[in-house]
């Protein structure tokens, strides 16, 4: 099983980025993914979840309506389109794995995303 | 929103017995699950379920629940074990995943 994200770079504030975690070893569209982040020095957050073909998806509060997960079954690849970039949501980002509708058993290496001017 | 409250650190000697705490309303009625984070690295699923392991994580790693409050157990402690460690829950209210806010394990 492996997870790999990318995109992650500096942006200014206001700006836009998307992620993407690339999965292999597993029949990614089985099951529900997720984003989480860490600012530096901090604990983890949960940021987005999305079920098997992407019809019920969840956000953070902090995140919604600025931030859209996806997903590409037949690339076995998980996205996040992230608009509105604020300096709170510079951190790194994992993607990971979800086997019981709860705890997330495989996770990426993180893709680090700094907002800064 | 749901919290989970943990302590910030904790520490133990090797070979002792460390347990770290995770409290939240109506717990009790909640599945917990257990995050070992090493600097540097990703997190790692180390129990999930309130007390089950995922393969390849040592018995020396436990969960269990009384009440409101979840432990993570982790015996005979080694230099190893010093890490970060999460709880985590999905809160059906929210239908949101929740962490808590993390404890430092320090092996002395």
């Known amino acids: 099983v492996q997870l790999v994200e990318s995109g992650g770079t500096l942006v200014q504030p206001g700006g836009s980025l998307r992620l993407s975690c690339e999965v292999s070893g597993f029949t990614f569209s089985r099951y529900w993914m997720h984003w989480v982040r860490q600012a530096p020095g901090k604990g983890l957050v949960w940021v987005s979840r999305i079920d098997v073909d992407g019809s019920s998806i969840r956000y953070a509060d902090s995140v919604k309506g600025r931030f859209t997960i996806s997903r590409d079954n037949a690339k076995n690849t998980l996205y996040l389109q992230m608009n509105s970039l604020r300096a709170e949501d510079t951190g790194v980002y994992y993607c990971a794995r979800d086997i019981t509708v709860g705890a997330l058993s495989n996770w990426g290496q993180g893709t680090l995303v700094t907002v800064s001017s | 929103s749901y919290v989970l409250a943990q302590p910030p650190s904790e520490s133990v000697a090797p070979g ?35 007390r089950d392991r995922p393969s390849g994580i040592p018995e020396r790693f436990s969960g269990s629940k009384s009440g409101n409050t979840a432990t993570l157990t ?35």
Not at chain 2, 25 to 38: A, G, P, T
Not at chain 2, 74 to 86: F, H, K, L, M
């Open chain 2, 16 to 50: 002792q017995t460390a347990r770290i705490t995770c409290g939240g309303d109506n717990l009790r009625s909640k599945v917990v699950h257990w995050y070992q984070q090493k600097p540097g690295q990703a997190p790692v699923l180390v129990v999930y379920d309130d």
């Open chain 2, 74 to 108: 982790i015996s005979r402690v080694e230099a190893g074990d010093e890490a970060d460690y999460y709880c985590q829950v999905w809160d059906s209210g929210t239908d949101h995943w929740v962490f808590g806010g993390g404890t430092k394990l320090a092996v002395l």
